[in-house]
Structure formats: structure tokens, C-alpha cells
């Protein structure tokens, strides 16, 4: 129990933060409205498990920016292949966002203060750890 509480928890916490921090600005550019306006073109349906998720195209309203195969989060969603909807480019090399928003953001931010609470939780407890080592030495 202890190596899991002293290695495993503050490593998966880390990965989490990590994770959370990579994706929380572009989650954000396109909740606030920020990112790149445009329209996703749905090519194919991905269905795996419990869940579904739409590839295409997206093309910026100028058609400065066209991304190939790119994923959209959840959201507005196409209601079949070749359906557009609005959508924004927000930065993230594997995903577009639909304009009116999505609960990435939301989820993004949720997990990364888990992950940084269990970290200062296990920052205290370790130094307290060491505090008695010390005064017992």
C-alpha cells in the first residue's frame, strides 16, 4: 500500500495534470469563441464501445486553414456522413470543437484540479513524512 501511495498515486496524478495542461487552451479558445471559425464536414462515423465520434474535414470560414481527417468533439453533431455543422479550429492537432460549444472545458478543468489537489495532498503528506524522519534521527 505504501509504494502505491508514495509512487503510483503521484505519477498517475502527474499524467492527469499533464494531460489536462496540454489540452486546456485549446478547450478553451473554442468555448470562449476565440479560435478559428469555420465548418466540419462529417466523412465517417467512428463507432467503438459505448461511444461514437465524428471524423472529417474542416475548412475555416476564409479557407485559410483546411484540416484533413480531424476529429470533432462532442457537441452540435452531424447527423450523418456529409452533414456540415459550424465549428472552430482552436489548435488542438487532433480535434475541431463546435462553435456553440462543447464539455471539454469542462471536464479538461475538472480533471486537471483533481489531479493537482491530489498532488499538493501528497506534496504535504511527504513533507511531513520527512519532517519525522527527522526529528526522530
Not at 503510483?8 to 502527474?14: C, E, F, I, K, Y
Not at 471559425?37 to 485559410?64: N, Q
Not at 472545458?105 to 480533471?111: R, S
Request: charged residues 20%; glycine residues 14%.
Amino acid at each position: 500500500m505504501r509504494f502505491f501511495w508514495w509512487v503510483v498515486v503521484p505519477a498517475l496524478a502527474g499524467l492527469v495534470l499533464l494531460a489536462a495542461v496540454r489540452e486546456v487552451v485549446p478547450a478553451y479558445t473554442a468555448q470562449f469563441g476565440t479560435g478559428i471559425p469555420g465548418t466540419f464536414t462529417a466523412t465517417e462515423r467512428d463507432c467503438g464501445g459505448r461511444s461514437c465520434s465524428w471524423r472529417g474535414d474542416f475548412v475555416s470560414d476564409e479557407g485559410s486553414v483546411v484540416r484533413r481527417g480531424i476529429g470533432l468533439t462532442p457537441g452540435t453533431e452531424p447527423t450523418g456522413v456529409g452533414d456540415r455543422v459550424p465549428a472552430a479550429e482552436a489548435g488542438n492537432q487532433y480535434k475541431v470543437y463546435p462553435q456553440d460549444g462543447s464539455s471539454d472545458w469542462f471536464l479538461i478543468t475538472l480533471l486537471g484540479t483533481t489531479g493537482l489537489i491530489v498532488l499538493v495532498v501528497w506534496g504535504v503528506a511527504m513533507a511531513r513524512a520527512i519532517h519525522r524522519s527527522v526529528r526522530r534521527a
